[in-house]
Structures are given as structure tokens and as C-alpha cells.
């Protein structure tokens, strides 16, 4: 059956980007290993000045962020001294582990005058990864299967899925899949996992009778496979996997211990998560932290 139908709602990441929020949602935290989900864009009107599009440094601990871009181009440096550019269709992974420091600017007009849209994810990691070193890889579109049949584009960006692998490196069972479908196609979601969803990014589809629209998120019971109709051109953004318990999450922190988060709130604080040596002029300070009212109040945004 359908579990839940999540609505995305508005983030602001800067005073010039704002994104459409899927995940954390307060009634259903993950799906799977995925305990965040961004959509940027689509943005047209590309600022006179790209740079104020611009995220500057910020830390992430115990999860890995995957960015995944439809249009545009943005530039990704972190602490370990990587610089890399990130182009529509690669998938580009960073395991943040123990500890690591990212900065996303828009350096090159000519690169987002087709416009920018993004999907970001983070997918939080087993309590033996934690702690693991910090990593980043770049996978090229060349090193990501790609599957079409009558009405049916998909790429694998990770994980694994209808008979489709490819060697991004997760830590846990998972499925991660852009999706096209021309109208009137046909389509199920994943079997084998215990939780799994979709992100309608752009289109519509039918299900069980229902009409879904983007901006929704379907997330379905193990052992479900329902029908996926596109009632338009329509392009998804699969996911789900295995849940690996519990995490607590605040600000850019993810930990399956909520004593971890307040470390690294103190390890940002005094300078113990190295900025990117390339991109180490300003950064993003650790938000205040206001007297909550009973019941408690949300943490800070999250930053992508």
C-alpha cells in the first residue's frame, strides 16, 4: 500500500537560492538509507551576478551527500582539496565520514544559461561508517548504465535495480534512479527492498487510480508493487533501500548519537573541520541555537 504522500515544501538556502524540500519530513524521517532530499530549480532567470547563487563553505559528519544535476553547473571544493565540476547526468559523491568541509559555487555564466536544476541527497551511513575518512568521487555518465525501452529512460545513479549495477561506492543496500517516461508508459518501482519511493520532479502520474503531480513524494510498503501510469512526459527520481535505525539530524550533522552532533557543532565552532584550501576565505558560521518553547522547535535548514 501507499504509505505516505510527502509534499515538498520551501527551503531557503541563501537569500538567492531556494529549493523544494522533500526530506526530512516530520512524519517520515528516511526512506531507506536517504535522510535528505533537495530539488534546485529549475531556475531560468539566472541572477545578473551567479555568484550570489553561491554555498559557501559548511561541514557535513555521517553521511555521504550525492549531487545529481538535470541542467547547469556548479563547482564543488572541499577540505580534502578536490575541485571538481559537476555536469548534468554525473554523479558526484562525498562521503563525509568523521568530518569534512564543501563549498558549491556557480563560477561560469556561459555553463547555467540553459538555466540550473539539481536534485541533492544525502544518505546517512551504517554506525561502522561513521567515522569513516572523508572521500569524494566523481562518476562520469560513461561509468552509469543506462536502460530504454518503449516510453522508459532510467539511469542507475547507485546502488541496485532491475538487474542494473554500476560501481558508485554506497555503504548499504540501496536503489537510486532517474527515471523519463513519455506519456501513457507503464512502470513499477524496485522490488526487494523494505522501503522505497519516488520524487515526481516534473509531469504526473496515476496510481491506483490516484493522480500525482511533481513536487509529491510516493513512498510505498515492502512487498507493494504498484503500477506507475504517466498521465504526461513525466521524470522521476527513484529511491530507497534498507533502514539503518535511528539518526538524529541538526543543521548539516547526521549521527546515530545525539552526543556526536553536539562534538562536531564544537569542532566547527573552533576551527577542528579543515575548510577547503582552495576555498577557505569565508564560511558559513554554526546557526544560533535559540531557546526552544515545550515540545521543541526545528533545528536550523540544512545546507546543501
Partial sequence: MLDIVIEARQAAINESMTVKRILPFRLRRMVGPFIFMDHA??????PANPSSLDVLPHPHIGLSTVSYLFGGQVTHRDSLGVEQIIRPG??????????????????????????????????????KDEEAAPS?????????????????WMRLIAGDAY????????????????????????????????????????GSVEVSGHTYQQGQMLVFSKGVDPVIIAKD?????????????????????????KE????????????????????DHDFIPLPEEKTRPAGGAPPPEPLS
Avoid: C
Avoid at 245 to 257: D, L
Fill in 41 to 46: 530549480g529549475p531556475v531560468a532567470n539566472i
Fill in 260 to 279: 556526536r552532533i553536539e562534538q562536531a557543532k564544537e569542532d566547527w565552532k573552533q576551527g577542528r573541520i579543515v575548510l577547503p584550501p582552495n576555498d
Fill in 90 to 127: 554525473e554523479v558526484n559523491w562525498m562521503t563525509a565520514g568523521s568530518g569534512i568541509a564543501h563549498s558549491e559555487r556557480f563560477e561560469d555564466p556561459a555553463a547555467l544559461t540553459g538555466g540550473l536544476e539539481m536534485i541533492q541527497t544525502w544518505v546517512a551511513l551504517p554506525e
Fill in 163 to 202: 538487474g542494473l549495477k554500476n560501481g558508485v561506492q554506497a555503504h548499504s543496500p540501496m536503489f537510486y534512479l532517474h527515471v523519463v517516461l513519455t506519456r501513457g508508459a507503464r512502470f513499477g518501482v524496485p522490488a526487494g527492498y523494505s522501503e522505497r519511493g519516488f520524487y515526481i520532479v516534473k
Fill in 136 to 152: 569524494f568521487k566523481n562518476y562520469t555518465t560513461g561509468e552509469l548504465p543506462v536502460f530504454t525501452e518503449k516510453g522508459i
Fill in 233 to 257: 512526459n513525466t521524470t522521476l527520481m527513484m529511491l530507497g533501500g534498507e533502514p539503518l535505525g535511528e539518526r538524529f539530524i541538526w543543521w548539516n550533522f547526521v549521527s546515530s548519537r
